[in-house]
């Protein structure tokens, strides 16, 4: 049997579309696709259709046989995903890569216009924008502004790529948050492609280069995030190589309380799953408590995904999906997700339960209205108990009241008095409440819901104390239109709640400075206070790098702690305030009817807003339009820009491979010990002036000031590559002090990372890099393994891999190795200032045993170690030293 007997034709509404209907391999008696989870459908489809090449028939039905038998076996599969979704963060350094591609094929004598992304990609612009103003009216506008002024010249690159690439769309700066804009507009759920055959129709499947691309799950597309490197490959048409993931069911039963929001429903899964360990497993969410949730209560479940440690969190096309694709506009695409997905056995009528590896009962009728914090979206607290956990960790123990003054921000009203302006700090005093993420943004029923306790606690005359930064970051402007038409706005205002801009803001650790009495406050008297916020990461300094405590939570209750102005209230016995005739008002008094939000979600969010808000998607606005670009085939790079630096990745390009040779001669740079990240490897906040990235702006003429973030700076590599293991806590075992140090040898001299490096280079010394167990953990970041490479290491040798670390590795061509069991950097014996020398790199194989000879003094040691390669096009993009040299000769000889 072969694929064309399950390639059909479906015909609806006069037009043919060529289909894959997997439900075909049951009708043979080849697999029982009907008991098998919504996703696993999904993924063989997605084998099905892309075989040939890496992917036989044979792969088609082991992987319908790993699901049905519920094998656990490693089985490693041949992903393509249908598109790719990006932020600008990680899509700077991508669009960076492609221009520096297209050079390299003009050099190389061939046309550059070549060198487009195969596989669409949508790049939103949502990451740069900071809450610089609040509570002031036309605060979005001038943080908008100040995005600008920082960001011209990354964003002139993205303009230029919008023009210049195909298959590549931008999304410009102010339009929403990305996985907001994939839920409402972007996500087509069925995609079709014209080929010379006709018309195929196929799921919609996404990789994204931003961990919360799982929110996409919520509408049954199949999707997640991955690293930079891995993401560039799949826009280079390759595919995304995993291990078949287990599917576990979540069953939902039962009905959640009336005052029970997503976000509850959300911190409380998050809290349960993480204690089931689904780590690298598609969690399936079925059952008849379904029916209980709205899509876009899906949608806050879906994002929280990496933080349940899940790959992806799905909810299966089903009549919620159909009704969501009609309100939001776009009924045509819901009358064909519907025919095809009815013809393919992926619409969910929520009859029969799939066989899932496992499955976990949850019941929505117990959950409780929560918070998670201080540092861990897992650590759910109970809002009834928030008081007693809370007094314990900020009063009880140490407890401080500062009398502060406000200064004010620069250039920013102030309406209160100045008898209002003297407040109290303490420990546990909220500095932060910020309606943000992408994760509740999308929610209509929180961000109403929120609005209305707005309006109740203004009219009964509640305020919020000034030193609360309070900001309100619509996920699209579609939300402002619901705001402002059901007139909830204004109580925002009120309260001030001003829009401070349509981008993840607060959520990604753009909060923006406190007043400096503030500041101050918390860094003389070591004041412990905290953030309140509706986003969903809240580790230690993710908000703001002086708020050590951040509590995640639904919008209604960010607006009822900022009132609060403290996070150890008990809502049940203590007032928020007082009214005018000194009635004290309590949370009960201001939290709204759900019949109530959800009468304002039937009448306000209209689907004409989304008809208008999308019409010009990708025009933006006034600032977007006045950016000048050239249109050009290459980039131009600026040879003065300190953000935008043409990468050096393709300077000794050559048609041929040249052959891989074996490590010799070669230094340690670095010996690391267990649980290093990314962060580690390659940071992303500030750029300390003393450092090599410092040196490097300031002699460019930037201002500390002006510097910037890491992260910012990912179009740089001049920058990234001197921030490279320059973290200032890492600490590697060679250096006697924490940082960015090591020694270099023989000479033993202490320095930088990047300096040293530098002296290896200018030897012609190649170098070995040791870490401990998961290495590379955290955060994907592509920039960790580009780095690495660029500083001139060619292997990496450590006890264990972070996933997506080892696999980014690979992509810049650096060969990942590991231990053997019970081995380790010490266990072997080594002490650092040794000479490597490893044979036989040319006739690698995947799995396969490579011996290490270390000597010093004259003094041999040897062990073997394991080439962490999972497959042979691994091998071959490390012959080629990467994968984008792989894809680019490929692209050359055909
Ligand atoms: S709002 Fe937060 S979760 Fe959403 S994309 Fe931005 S940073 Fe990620």
Redesign the pocket.
């Known amino acids: 049997m072969t694929t064309h007997h399950i390639k059909e034709t479906m015909s609806f509404q006069k037009k043919d579309y060529i289909i894959h209907n997997i439900q075909l391999l049951e009708e043979k008696g080849l697999a029982k696709i009907s008991s098998l989870p919504f996703a696993a459908r999904v993924l063989i489809e997605n084998l099905a259709r892309n075989m040939g090449g890496t992917i036989s028939w044979d792969d088609v039905v082991g992987a319908a046989k790993f699901y049905e038998t519920r094998s656990n076996a490693s089985n490693l599969v041949a992903f393509y995903p249908s598109r790719v979704l990006m932020?600008d963060f990680t899509g700077v350094p991508a669009v960076v890569d492609f221009a520096a591609m297209r050079d390299a094929v003009h050099s190389a004598g061939l046309d550059p216009k070549g060198i487009n992304p195969l596989v669409p990609v949508d790049l939103v612009i949502?990451?740069s924008i900071q809450v610089d103003h609040f509570k002031e009216k036309n605060a979005f506008f001038l943080n908008a502004k100040k995005e600008y002024e920082r960001n011209a010249e990354r964003y002139k690159l993205l303009k230029w790529a919008q023009k210049s690439f195909d298959n590549f769309r931008v999304v410009p700066p102010e339009s929403g948050?990305?996985?907001q804009i994939n839920l409402e507009y972007l996500a087509t759920v069925v995609t079709t492609r014209k080929t010379p055959e006709g018309t195929l129709a196929f799921p919609d499947t996404l990789v994204g280069t931003?961990?919360?691309t799982t929110m996409i799950n919520a509408l049954g597309v199949l999707g997640w995030g991955v690293g930079g490197i891995e993401a560039e490959a799949v826009m280079l048409g390759q595919p995304y190589y995993m291990n078949l993931p287990q599917i576990v069911g979540v069953n939902f039963v039962g009905k959640p309380k009336q005052q029970i929001t997503a976000t509850d429903i959300a911190l409380y899964v998050t809290n349960i799953l993480r204690e089931e360990n689904v780590v690298e497993k598609i969690v399936e969410y079925t059952g008849e408590g379904l029916k209980n949730l709205t899509l876009t209560d899906r949608a806050t479940i879906s994002?929280m995904s990496p933080e349940y440690g899940a790959t992806s969190g799905f909810f299966p096309v089903d009549e919620q999906t159909l009704d969501y694709l009609v309100k939001t506009n776009r009924s045509e695409t819901a009358a064909l997700v519907e025919a095809y997905c009815k013809t393919c056995g992926l619409f969910n009528t929520h009859d029969t339960l799939p066989n899932f590896s496992k499955i976990i009962e949850v019941d929505l009728s117990v959950m409780e209205t929560s918070i998670a914090g201080p540092s861990r979206p897992q650590d759910r607290i109970p809002l009834s108990k928030v008081k007693e956990k809370t007094a314990a960790l900020y009063h009880l123990k140490n407890r401080k009241d500062i009398e502060i003054t406000q200064k004010g921000q620069e250039g920013q009203e102030n309406q209160e008095n100045q008898k209002n302006k003297t407040k109290v700090l303490t420990n546990g005093s909220v500095v932060i409440a910020a309606i943000?993420?992408?994760?509740n943004t999308s929610n209509p029923y929180t961000m109403i819901g929120a609005g209305l306790v707005a309006k109740k606690a203004v009219e009964l005359g509640l305020s919020i104390p000034w030193y609360v930064k309070t900001s309100l970051s619509p996920?699209s402007r579609v939300v402002l239109d619901y705001l402002n038409g059901s007139g909830l706005m204004r109580y925002f205002e009120a309260l001030n709640f001003n829009n401070t801009g349509f981008?993840?803001m607060t959520?990604?650790g753009n909060s923006g400075p406190l007043d400096p009495s503030i500041e101050e406050a918390i860094k003389t008297n070591g004041l412990d206070v905290t953030s309140v916020l509706s986003?969903?990461?809240n580790f230690e300094a993710r908000i703001h790098q002086e708020v050590k405590g951040n509590f995640l939570m639904s919008p209604l209750l960010v607006v009822i702690y900022a009132i609060a102005g403290r996070i150890d209230i008990d809502f049940e016995t203590e007032p928020l305030g007082f009214s005018k005739d000194n009635t004290p008002i309590f949370m009960k008094d201001i939290w709204p009817d759900p019949q109530e939000i959800n009468q304002f979600v039937e009448t306000y969010v209209q689907e004409r807003f989304f008809k208008e808000q999308y019409a010009h998607i990708f025009k933006g606005d006034k600032l977007w339009q006045d950016l000048e670009v050239t249109e050009t085939t290459t980039f131009s790079f600026d040879p003065d820009s300190t953000y935008i630096r043409k990468p050096p990745f393709f300077k000794d390009f050559s048609r041929t491979i040249p052959p891989l040779s074996d490590l010799k001669g070669a230094k340690v740079l670095l010996v690391l010990g267990d649980s290093v990240t990314t962060d580690h490897i390659s940071p992303a906040g500030a750029i300390p002036v003393e450092y090599p990235a410092g040196k490097y702006l300031t002699d460019n003429g930037v201002k500390p000031w002006e510097f910037n973030s890491y992260g910012s700076r990912r179009g740089n590599h001049e920058v990234m590559m001197r921030g490279t293991f320059a973290n200032i806590r890492i600490k590697n075992h060679l250096a006697s002090k924490t940082g960015g140090f090591t020694v270099k040898f023989p000479e033993q001299a202490e320095g930088y990372v990047f300096d040293a490096a530098q002296k290896y280079q200018a030897q012609n010394t190649e170098l070995v890099v040791f870490g401990g167990k998961e290495y590379g953990t955290g955060s994907s970041r592509d920039w960790a393994a580009k780095g690495t490479c660029l500083l001139g290491a060619r292997v990496v040798i450590a006890e264990s891999f972070e996933r997506i670390h080892r696999s980014n590795l690979v992509g810049m061509g650096v060969l990942p190795l590991v231990f053997q069991e019970g081995e380790s950097f010490e266990g072997v014996g080594l002490k650092g200032d040794e000479t490597f020398e490893i044979t036989g790199l040319n006739d690698i194989k995947p799995n396969g045993l490579l011996t290490v000879t270390a000597t010093r003094k004259n003094q041999t040691t040897s062990f073997k170690v394991i080439v962490k390669l999972n497959t042979d096009i691994e091998i071959d993009y490390i012959k080629n030293k990467g994968i984008l040299h792989y894809v680019l000769r490929n692209m050359i000889s055909v």
């Open positions: 932020q949502d990451h948050i990305c996985h931003d961990s919360h994002n943000t993420s992408c994760t996920g981008g993840c959520c990604i986003g969903n990461r």
